[in-house]
């Protein structure tokens, strides 16, 4: 009899471990190989763009929180008010956007410690898992101390920030980040070197740099192809201007390539935080702003670094009490499109390292 | 890279990582057993909210202005007054802990601090009428002793 | 964007109407009547000041009704978005390789779909809209020109119901296949699918005996 074959249809998702939120891939094998994947998204849609236009300015800063990526809710509030204060022509006061800068890079390390520990439980490395949660509690402790969350903060607001810094937090900061630093290394002894990570990351998934540009794949997952572009130095915001910082770049665009973009990145997010802290001046932390706001007319789009990519905030003012339009340009979006994209042709356990090398969210994928 | 010497490698590199993980295994444990060990919340922790008892009037500082309904982002607070003038008074202040987010903005706009946060995070139950919180509720919630959180109250545009 | 960008751009394409220009314009006449009425009314205070007499009531400046657009915004008629599109790509003078989002606005009286692209090597951004009558809501697709648009394209008819024509997929992305109506319109109610109101009416039914219904005491 001869040997009869046939394609596997699976269904990877929408609750599987592995697919860090709830993603469903349909993936069309052949044996191992992966002829065809095609994602299905919207399980979390929370539709918080309608929601933003039945709330006030002032409110959708809560809603930035939760409705978006819950990881990196500092990044959300920023890129908001960014984005309503250019609409409103509000200047922020120096030691608010220091701040600012301060709690979205101590964000931004935040969120690449969850997606080093999961994607590290994704490839069987157990050990990093609890190790980056270790630090992470750390941070959140220094997160709590001044905004009283831990994940959902509502630190930021239209004009500056809520609260000045408790006396003693900056040491505390400082405390964190000496302690934080060796660590990164110590993820490099773990990792870099292994042969069983290097066997399941270097040269899977390689998304090239024509392929990431037309695909729209920004943030680290780009800047692993070789496309040098941060937006922070690109059009500085806030004082990023000010503060010295490399862009880590790497050129095979595979996922050993990204991880070793994040991991620098979180070295020069440790940079930016010293330098802010050293450079924090004295003085007002927030503009007057009323609770009532009313933006004149208009429109605008802000976009911002995320730990992800440019999180982008177009905002439409009718001149009311709440937004006539919010869109929110969702980095994980795009680069959950480009990385599902090249996942034709690859192995079936390719998937688990593809997937976790994009550190999606799948909040912010379907918003 | 000759088999030979890749075998080396990885062999070397491996020793690194699993020496770490030793050498982590002797450091001092942060692990905390939960529900007996409880770590310490600061200040400014969101926890429950709570209107604390004014020890000089024996009632709570809040003046009935509705600033805090208002600007809730989930509708979550519900105030009813009665009375005119000075007779105003409360006869209802309710609040749907279920739907709260804990964002704080209610206890930002507060001219008076009538309502503040509690660090007090347990507040799971298995029935949800449990979580609607009542005038009393909210009274007794609130901490013996003022919070000190060192955030300066807002002051009026 | 230069102005001579702007200019290069608005000569290849003629039908393009470079709104951020217009809005200023608008704005500057706006801001000169103000002025010449502030100046009005600083004589008459003057003169009511010379007579003796009490000063004119102030002035209270009404925001004027102009549409400001912080981004560099061009309306784009609907059959031209693709090779303005293209040229925008391709021209090396603008070289905007990126397309960050495609998107729309619900007005009254009309959908606008947003496309809006980024230059990384110019730093340069700009917004195109395509103003599209609610009752054929159609409009030409750009997966071609970049692949990354197919997502956006599928969300932007998801939720606003415009049709891209020649998008090599275009189903649901948000919402489930056999929802009904696109929610981000202004005219949108959300109803709830019978099967919903059968299972929520059943749960309800299932969890009422546990309900004790007295007030819940705590410490």
């Known amino acids: 009899m001869p040997l009869r074959t046939e394609e596997l249809l699976l269904n990877m998702g929408p609750q599987h471990p592995s697919t860090h939120g709830v993603l469903r891939l349909v993936v069309t094998l052949d044996g191992e190989n992966i002829t065809d994947v095609r994602p299905d998204i919207g399980y979390l849609h929370s539709s918080v763009e309608k929601m933003m236009e039945h709330r006030t300015y002032v409110q959708n800063v809560a809603l930035t929180d939760r409705g978006m990526d819950y990881l990196i809710a500092l990044n959300n509030e920023a890129a908001y008010c960014l984005a309503v204060e250019a609409l409103a022509g509000v200047e922020v006061p120096e030691r608010g956007r220091y701040l600012r800068v301060i709690f979205q890079e101590l964000n931004r390390i935040a969120s690449h410690l969850v997606w080093l520990g999961t994607w590290g439980i994704d490839l069987g490395a157990t050990t990093l898992f609890l190790w980056c949660f270790r630090e992470r509690e750390r941070e959140l402790d220094l997160f709590e101390q001044v905004t009283g969350g831990r994940l959902h903060h509502v630190y930021f607001r239209i004009g500056g920030v809520y609260a000045d810094v408790p006396d003693g937090w900056a040491g505390a900061c400082r405390d964190f ?23 399941r990351t270097r040269g899977v998934g390689v998304i090239g740099r024509r392929e990431a540009v037309a695909m729209g794949a920004s943030g680290p997952v780009a800047r692993a192809s070789g496309i040098a572009y941060d ?85 439409v003012s009718d001149g009311g009490e709440s937004p006539y339009r919010v869109k929110i340009r969702a980095p994980s979006f795009s680069n959950l499109y480009a990385l599902t994209e090249i996942m034709r042709g690859w192995k079936i356990a390719d998937i688990i390292a593809i997937l976790g090398s994009i550190d999606i969210v799948l909040s912010d994928v379907d918003r | 890279m000759s088999a030979a010497e890749r075998v080396i490698r990885g062999a070397a590199a491996l020793g690194t990582g699993l020496g770490l993980t030793f050498r982590t295994m002797l450091r001092r ?46 509708r979550c607070i519900h105030i009813e007054a009665e009375g005119k003038g000075k007779e105003r008074q409360l006869s209802r202040f309710d609040i749907e802990m279920d739907k709260c987010c804990y964002c704080g903005l209610c206890v930002e706009v507060c001219p008076t601090e009538a309502i503040v946060f509690v660090p007090h995070y347990e507040t799971s139950t298995y029935n949800r009428a449990r979580l609607l919180y009542s005038h009393d509720d909210l009274n007794r919630a609130a901490p013996k002793e003022p919070i000190a959180t060192g955030i300066v109250a807002r002051r009026r545009p | 964007m230069t102005p001579e960008r702007v200019a290069a751009l608005l000569g290849r394409f003629p039908h393009l109407q470079d709104l951020s220009a217009e809005a200023a314009a608008a704005q500057a006449q706006a ?23 009490p000063a004119p009531r102030p002035l209270r400046r009404e925001d004027p009704p102009v549409h400001r657009y912080r981004t560099p915004t061009f309306e784009v008629p609907r059959d031209e978005i693709v090779d303005v599109c293209r040229w925008l790509r391709d021209n090396p003078e603008f070289d905007m390789t ?83 109506g696109h929610p981000l319109r202004k005219d949108y109610v959300y109803e709830d699918p019978e099967w919903l109101v059968e299972v929520a009416t059943q749960r309800q039914r299932e969890i009422a005996p546990t309900q004790d219904g007295e007030r819940p005491s705590r410490a």
């Open chain 1, 177 to 199: 980040l000496e302690y934080f630093l060796p660590h990164i290394d110590e993820y490099h002894q773990l990792l870099t070197q292994n042969p069983i990570f290097e066997a």
């Open chain 1, 231 to 315: 937006v922070r130095k690109a059009v500085p915001y806030e004082v990023y201007d000010r503060l010295g910082f490399d862009v880590p770049v790497q050129a095979s665009g595979d996922c050993f390539a990204r991880y070793l973009v994040r991991l620098e990145e979180m070295r020069q997010s440790v940079r930016i935080i010293r330098q802010a802290l050293k450079d924090l001046p004295a003085g007002e932390f927030r503009a007057r702003v009323p609770v009532a706001m009313k933006p004149p007319r208009g429109e605008v789009y802000v976009r911002t670094e995320s730990p992800r990519g440019t999180l982008g905030m177009y905002v």
């Open chain 2, 29 to 74: 444990k942060v692990t905390v057993r939960y529900p007996v060990e409880k770590l310490p919340t600061s200040h400014r922790f969101h926890g429950l909210l709570s209107l604390p008892i004014d020890p000089e009037t024996g009632k709570d500082r809040c003046i009935i202005c509705f600033q805090c309904e208002r600007i809730c982002p989930d």
């Open chain 3, 31 to 53: 801001d000169e009547a103000w002025a010449a009425k502030e100046r009005e009314w600083q004589a008459a205070a003057a003169q009511a000041k010379a007579e003796g007499k």
């Open chain 3, 98 to 180: 990126q397309l960050e989002f495609v998107s729309a606005v619900d007005w009254p009286d009309r959908l606008e779909v947003v496309y809006l692209l980024v230059s990384m090597s110019r730093a340069h951004t700009a917004v195109l809209k395509v103003p599209v009558p609610k009752d054929d809501p159609r409009i030409a697709s750009v997966v071609d020109v970049w692949r990354g648009a197919d997502w956006h394209e599928r969300e932007a008819y998801d939720l606003f119901g415009i049709t891209f024509e020649g998008h090599p997929d275009l189903r649901r992305i948000m919402m489930s296949a056999d929802w009904k």
